[in-house]
């Protein structure tokens, strides 16, 4: 496919959610009152085409482009302005914190930012147990309402994440396994995937049925939507990434690169897809409007199993020989890595980051639960809460906001039937979560 019409389908994606981060720079610029008001042109997510126009309210001068995205930043830096008079009951405006304030959101726009949680992260015992699958569950998707299960059984259930209520099931046309399944950030699209090769889209409101994707030539084995997007990322075990425009309901193209079945994927902000390549051993970071890939190796006598991003810049793998580690983009080798990270014998079946944060969660084939935070230069990580159940753990998800966590255990493992632990029980269990300062509120 030409790159010009790659990169049209993929731009439709974006959901204007928020303020771009050529925004945010010029919002910036507004805070500093030795700036002048003629701000060089910058283009932002957050302007109409430049093409459109509008009458101003005198009804005399057409507002241009770049004169609206002056007006809105000067919108949004007085929205910044009287949320700071209020939260300080004060009549002055503190420059440094407007300053400070629109910092952090540009890190937060790049996927940078980073908030220490460390010991302050509290998981809470008042979980949900939530039953319904006859056989083992192997994937699982969130929203800020609701939660996704997949199984073996080939059944997608859907619940409520507040009363624990089964809310629907669905199935593919096939019947077989259910191996991943993906939410997008709007609560707009579930995609599911498993053995029958295809990716199903539902509509989350109503899980309706929406549309097949049909390309792969093996068992889908992970799916990720790019957040804020719709942008959908599958992998395989016929060794591609395939990217689809799910608003225009279009294939866009194929990565190559793993040599065995694309185990775990997982994707941010940024229009990039980390994934871990089971045999191969390789950990690779795609970089999607690059058209390129950076390819990290550290494990060399295993299989890696699971990977989740802290960030744009950190991202955590899990694999069979228990061994955790955590890497940055711009080294090749692991910046931590904890042996034994769970009970002798076991391995790290699932992963799960806390985006923007230090903190992540591993679950292993043993029934062990830990949250870990690394240490502020990630040089070192920490195992700062400890949860036992019985079962294994195919995969963990973590809300958007950081306020719960869902566990799916089963007597199985996700790709195979190695063993059944006949005491484990089927089950998908929920954790709140909370950092200390707001439990003590």
Not at 234 to 240: E, L
């Amino acid at each position: 496919m030409p790159m010009k019409l790659k990169f049209l389908f993929r731009a439709s994606n974006k959901i204007k959610t928020k303020p771009s981060l050529n925004f945010l720079v010029m919002v910036k610029r507004l805070a500093d009152p030795e700036v002048d008001e003629n701000v060089e042109d910058i283009d932002s997510d957050f302007s109409d085409d430049d093409g459109a126009s509008s009458v101003s309210d005198t009804g005399s001068v057409e507002e241009t482009a770049q004169g609206k995205r002056l007006r809105l930043a000067k919108q949004y830096l007085d929205k910044l302005e009287n949320e700071q008079l209020k939260s300080e009951n004060d009549t002055e405006i503190n420059r440094d914190l407007i300053a400070h304030r629109l910092q952090q959101d540009v890190l937060a726009e790049k996927g940078k930012l980073e908030t220490r949680v460390g010991k302050r992260l509290c998981v809470l015992e008042n979980k949900f147990t939530l039953k319904g699958h006859r056989l083992s569950p192997t994937c699982l998707a969130i929203t800020d309402t609701h939660l996704f299960s997949g199984s073996k059984d080939g059944a997608i259930i859907k619940w409520d994440l507040s009363t624990g209520k089964k809310l629907s099931v669905v199935k593919h046309d096939s019947k077989k396994q259910i191996l991943a399944l993906a939410a997008s950030s709007d609560n707009v699209y579930l995609a599911s995937g498993g053995q029958d090769k295809i990716i199903v889209l539902w509509d989350i409101e109503s899980m309706t049925f929406v549309k097949c994707f049909r390309k792969h030539r093996g068992p889908i084995t992970a799916l990720t939507f790019q957040r804020n997007s719709h942008l959908l990322m599958s992998g395989s075990a016929d060794r591609s990434v395939n990217l689809w425009n799910c608003d225009d309901k279009l294939y866009i193209e194929s990565l190559y690169g793993h040599q065995d079945m694309v185990a775990d994927m997982d994707s941010f902000l940024q229009e990039r897809v980390v994934t871990v390549g089971g045999h191969d051993k390789t950990l690779r970071l795609w970089k999607i409007q690059e058209e390129s890939q950076l390819v990290f190796n550290g494990h060399k006598n295993t299989v890696l199993d699971c990977v989740s991003m802290l960030n744009e810049e950190h991202f955590v793998t899990g694999s069979q020989d228990n061994v955790l580690a955590v890497w940055h983009i711009k080294k090749k080798k692991p910046a931590i890595t904890q042996l034994q990270a769970h009970a002798k014998g076991s391995w790290v079946s699932a992963v799960a980051g806390l985006k923007n944060t230090e903190c992540f969660i591993s679950g292993s084939n043993g029934g062990n639960v830990k949250v870990w935070a690394c240490a502020e230069n990630y040089r070192s990580m920490e195992c700062i809460r400890s949860i036992e159940i019985i079962g294994t753990v195919n995969s963990i998800v973590i809300s958007h906001d950081n306020s719960c966590f869902a566990l799916a255990v089963g007597q199985e493992p996700k790709m195979g039937r190695w063993w059944s632990d006949k005491a484990a029980r089927n089950r998908v269990l929920v954790f709140p979560m909370a950092i200390e300062d707001e439990v003590n509120r």
